[in-house]
């Protein structure tokens, strides 16, 4: 088990584009996907991005039962996505609360597409091919776009909702990133 330490906001790490994964069954990945899993679990993540532990590899992993963080959310199954690809299958916007490993203790409110196709593959090069919308549809774009340096807080539109969580939502029980 090894938890890593998770990347903030403002280490410019975050901010690369990732490359490609170029090769499937490699004990570096299979290493890289453990410690992935541990460290989103450690810290009741609903999602984790290689680079957020400062790998710059396009990987994500993300799913959940009941998430702590997100207590509103419907389940989504536990998923490893490699060189994921995004397709919107309509304009359709959604907007919605988000926080962030790599900006702890804050919520935004974040437009995203509603409904969406996206395409990857697991830790042995299977093909993931699922049609998803809601919550699911979020966290995959809010996953996948650390692949490429983008943060949640540069799709803010609406900065009056955009801040700590103690202040937004006081008195509730909203797990502090
Ligand atoms: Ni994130």
């Known amino acids: 088990m090894a938890v890593r330490p998770v990347l903030r906001m403002g280490d410019p790490r975050l901010l690369q584009v990732s490359r ?52 509103e959310a419907e389940p989504v199954p536990y998923t490893v996505l490699v060189n994921p690809a995004l397709e919107a299958l309509s304009d359709e916007l959604e907007e919605g609360w988000e926080g962030c490993l790599s900006v702890p ?26 049609t998803v919308e809601g919550f699911h549809a979020r966290v995959v774009q809010h996953e996948c776009d650390h692949l490429d340096g983008i943060l949640y807080p540069m ?15 006081p008195g509730q029980a909203v797990a502090d990133d």
């Not at 009741?44 to 998430?67: E, H, K, M, T, W």
């Not at 803010?156 to 939502?169: C, K, M, N, Q, Y």
């Open 105 to 130: 203790g804050l919520r935004g409110w974040v437009p995203r597409l509603r409904r969406l196709r996206y395409r990857g593959f697991d830790a042995r090069g299977q093909l993931i091919d699922r």
């Open 20 to 71: 490609p994964v170029d090769r499937f069954g490699s004990p570096e990945l299979d290493d890289l996907l453990r410690d992935m899993e541990d460290t989103m679990r450690a810290l009741d993540g609903a999602g984790l991005a290689a680079p957020q532990i400062g790998v710059a590899l396009r990987v994500v992993i993300f799913g959940f039962s009941a998430s702590p963080r997100y207590p």
């Open 155 to 169: 799709r803010v539109r609406d900065f009056t909702r955009f801040g700590f969580t103690e202040e937004l939502f």
